[in-house]
């Protein structure tokens, strides 16, 4: 149950604190260019603000007056650009006191009011980090009337807010509030531990054991860990894989996170020393399957990742998943040089899964080639690999196909690519495939093979 709710939060409230930290950005801004918010009058038409601004200090295409803020927010003026709408937000934001505040949320939820779910998030988040600097209370209250995800996310948001210069008291309320239920524990403990960012693993684990469960602590400090650059892998590394917990969903996304980055920048004979390193086999597998997959950006990386893979112990369960998986990318990548490196291997079920994997991506790339030096395919893949290239070169070109059939020396393959053909052909141009077949000759096996195939022509061979 943590791990989802760490997961969700993790990524609907960074959303939503992205916004909020462009929004605080926006407001230190316009804090320098002297807007002063002062109380607005309500009235049945508008509000007014005397605000200043230097418009043509923003490089927004987009310049809203900020001394005119309609009472209704159905009235605002909403520009279109996605940066233009966060910098109209927060000035809006900026300019209002707490009433106003309220006021506005309530109007926010109403279904009329014609915006994108985007942009009433977005709006409302604005708002509720405002509000929660003042009040905090009513902040949560709005925030726990919202259907989920928004309802744990903004929620979230305001212990954040609250705890930030309130630690003690965002506790005390979280320990003894009746507006919460235990399923609320997750996103406040998320809330209040991430406005204690910086702070020692101990002491986050103390503050959660405050709110009633030390193990968000863990599962906090490792989103941490990955929301930041990551500069010392190494180091991050051998903290975090100490710390984890077997079978911990989260802790192993954790965990590829930092290997992945260690292998970014270290190659990927760092992740020997990745894998000494991990106890739990489950853990182990994952990550190799993980990196040695990612690790597969160029030519280079994928030989290398494939030379890794087969030099692996037999005894790790992933090996042949790995490599299986590793082929099919390179394949797609060189067919030609898989093919090349499986001629090297020594027999084996590998060995012909490799080749057959070669051959056949050659076979949909250069369907033609491979129909006409099918004699350099092994024996056992002739069949399957003359199959895929008739399909392929039938769909670019059933005249071509055809062409290519009547060079097959063997009369059974040639019999068998022909009957794929003319199954595949007459689908899309049945009078052109039954062309091609009456001017076979007559008296041929084959002609005789693949009229069976065609209805009307049997029909006519046999009144």
Not at 431 to 452: G, I, M, Y
């Amino acid at each position: 149950m943590n791990n989802s709710i760490i997961r969700i939060l993790a990524v609907t409230v960074g959303v939503l604190i992205g916004f909020g930290v462009t929004w605080g950005i926006l407001f230190l801004t316009m804090e320098k260019q002297n807007i002063k918010p002062v109380r607005a009058s309500h009235s049945n038409d508008i509000s007014t603000n005397e605000v200043d601004i230097d418009k043509a200090s923003t490089n927004s295409s987009w310049a809203i007056d900020p001394s005119v803020t309609p009472y209704r927010i159905a009235d605002l003026d909403i520009p279109e650009a996605l940066f233009d709408q966060e910098y109209a937000i927060a000035t809006w934001v900026l300019a209002l006191d707490e009433d106003q505040i309220l006021d506005w949320l309530g109007q926010s939820t109403e279904a009329d009011w014609d915006v994108s779910a985007m942009f009433r998030t977005e709006f409302q988040t604005a708002l509720i980090q405002k509000l929660s600097q003042s009040s905090p209370e009513q902040a949560l209250e709005f925030s726990i009337a919202r259907i989920e995800p928004i309802r744990s996310a903004l929620g979230s948001i305001v212990f954040l807010e609250w705890a930030t210069y309130d630690l003690d008291g965002a506790i005390a309320f979280a320990n003894t509030t009746t507006s919460l239920t235990e399923l609320d524990r997750g996103w406040v403990i998320h809330g209040i531990l991430r406005s204690q960012v910086g702070l020692p693993l101990e002491q986050q684990q103390e503050i959660a054991r405050e709110l009633g469960d030390e193990t968000y602590a863990l599962d906090v400090y490792f989103q941490e860990t990955i929301d930041e650059k990551i500069d010392d892998p190494r180091k991050l590394w051998y903290e975090v894989v100490e710390l984890a917990v077997p079978n911990d969903r989260h802790h192993l996304d954790t965990l590829k996170v930092i290997a992945f980055e260690w292998i970014d920048q270290a190659g990927i004979q760092i992740l020997d020393e990745i894998t000494a390193s991990i106890t739990d086999e489950d853990t182990l597998s994952t990550i190799i399957f993980g990196a040695l997959n990612q690790y597969t950006d160029t030519k280079e990386q994928i030989e290398e990742a494939f030379e890794h893979s087969l030099n692996l112990s037999d005894d790790i369960f992933v090996k042949s998943l790995t490599l299986n998986s590793i082929v099919v990318k390179w394949a797609r990548l060189d067919h030609e040089a898989v093919i090349n490196r499986a001629e090297t291997l020594p027999p084996s079920y590998f060995k012909q899964h490799m080749l057959r994997r070669g051959y056949s991506e050659r076979a949909r790339v250069e369907p033609k080639d491979t129909l006409e030096n099918l004699d350099i395919v092994p024996l056992r893949l002739i069949e399957p690999i003359g199959l895929a290239a008739i399909r392929t070169l039938t769909e670019q070109s059933p005249t071509d196909a055809a062409i290519e059939v009547l060079k097959i020396d063997d009369e059974k393959l040639q019999e068998t690519l022909a009957t794929a053909l003319v199954l595949q052909w007459k689908r899309v141009d049945l009078e052109a495939t039954e062309s091609w077949v009456l001017e076979l000759p007559t008296d041929s096996l084959l002609q005789n093979s693949l009229v069976k195939l065609l209805p009307s022509l049997t029909d006519e061979t046999n009144p």
